[in-house]
Each structure stands twice: as structure tokens, then as C-alpha cells.
């Protein structure tokens, strides 16, 4: 099949809905962000069908996090030949107006025709061995999954009561990156710490959190310290602090990126 006629097959099979990213509502995806989406997807298929990788990191903007010095606020895994399809994402998502989370198989049309904040993407390739376990890890799915249906936004790096979307990514590949495979979250994220993992720092003003209406059900303060809360600087796993591991690892041979529609080179950005 053409890759345009497998485009539009795939945008047909998928419904016109989406989840929004910057706030929690259901509601049509317009015909405009279907186009900008389907096109974000081309490019992003059109990069991976130029190698082999089984399963690449995919990162999008759904909120706007530039004053933390964040662009990518979300991140999950492509992975080829999925029983949902040629290239199908899977990813962590909070549940709108909820404290949990579940695990979700995209296309990647559906993928980038959420509520975004724009259209721009990064891929990132791993080393061939660590992609391999990646992918037999993600074929393997629901059995150990790590997943912690507790949802956080701004959960505690090792946090054994709450996660959010990028801790997922983190602990996954962490659990695949040795052999036998990590069986528990805690014990995965251990391993990226020792293996030289940092998380970011994010600042919350005390002051915005006693202001309501800022933070919703999905957002709980105390998986943090006293210390941390006091400080406002709150540790945070985050996809800078994971595209920065992979890279300081040596883990990513390949990154490429998409800027207003435009491919960027990457001298080890993160």
C-alpha cells in the first residue's frame, strides 16, 4: 500500500475526537487539526520507514511549558507492526477530570490531533540492542507493564504511590536496559538513577497553589516532601531529563526534530 493510501486508511479508522492536552475536556477534533495532524504523522512515518529501529520515543507539545524552559511535554513509544497497526504509539494518559491513568495503543494521526499546543515532534532512535528488548518488551503488554494506575502530574521521581506519562517511559526503558529484564518500578527507577539519570527541577510557587483553580484532581503536592514544598522546587521526571539521559548514555544514536514545520538539526539538544 502507498504510504498516502495507508494515510488515508488510517484516518479514516480513527475517530474525530480527541483528548484535549491543555485542559481536560473531550471535543471534536476540527478538520484543520486532522490536516495538521495527518501531515505531523507523515513526516514523522516518513523518518521512520528510512531505517529498521522496531520502536522509537516520539515527543509532542500539549501544554505550553516554555516558562519552565520546556518545549516537549509529553512523550511515548512507536512501535512497528503493532497489532493496532504499521506504526502504533503507546503512551501513558491520565483519565480527563480523574486522578488515574491508563495505558493507551495510538496511531499516530490520533497521536498529534490532540489538543496540542503545536505541531512540532522529535524522534529519537536508540542503540539496536536496547530498541529490540524495547520492542518485545511493548509487544508483551499488559504483562509487566509498570504501570501505577495512581496518576500525578508532578509525581515524585521513585514515587511508589503515584506516576505520571514521562515516569512510565523512564522506568520502561530502564527495565529493559538490562538483562534479565527489571521487574518493579521502584527497582527500575533505582537503576536509572545509579546509571546516571537527573530529573528536572520544576518551581511552583507556593503562593499558585493556595490561589486555586490551577491545579485540578491530578495534581497531588504531598507525594513531595515538606522540604520540597516549602522550596516550591519540585523534582520531576520530565522529557528533557529523559532525552538528556538517553543522550549523556549514549542510548540515542538518532535525533531529528520538526520546528514550525521545519526539520532542525540537532547537535546533542535536549
Known sequence: MKLSAWFLA?????????IAGRQCEIRPATPQKLADATVTAMRVVAALEETDAPVVLVA?????????GLVYSHIGFALRDHSDGRWTVLHLLNECGTARSALHAQGLVNFFADDLVNQDARIVWLQP??????ADHLRGLPRNALHEQAYNLIARPGSREYQNSTEWVLETLAAVATTPELGDRRTAYAWAQRDGFKPDTIHIAYAKRVLG????????????SVGTRL????????????????????????VIEWRDGLLQSIPGAT
Open 10 to 18: 488510517l484516518c479514516l479508522a480513527w475517530p474525530l475526537a480527541a
Open 60 to 68: 509532542r507539545v500539549g501544554t505550553d511549558l516554555s516558562k519552565h
Open 129 to 134: 540492542a536496547l530498541a529490540q528488548r524495547l
Open 213 to 224: 483553580g490551577l491545579f485540578g484532581v491530578n495534581t497531588i503536592f504531598t507525594d513531595h
Open 231 to 254: 522550596s516550591g522546587d519540585y523534582p520531576v521526571v520530565t522529557v528533557r531529563s529523559i532525552l538528556r539521559y538517553l543522550q549523556e548514555r549514549g542510548y540515542a544514536v538518532h
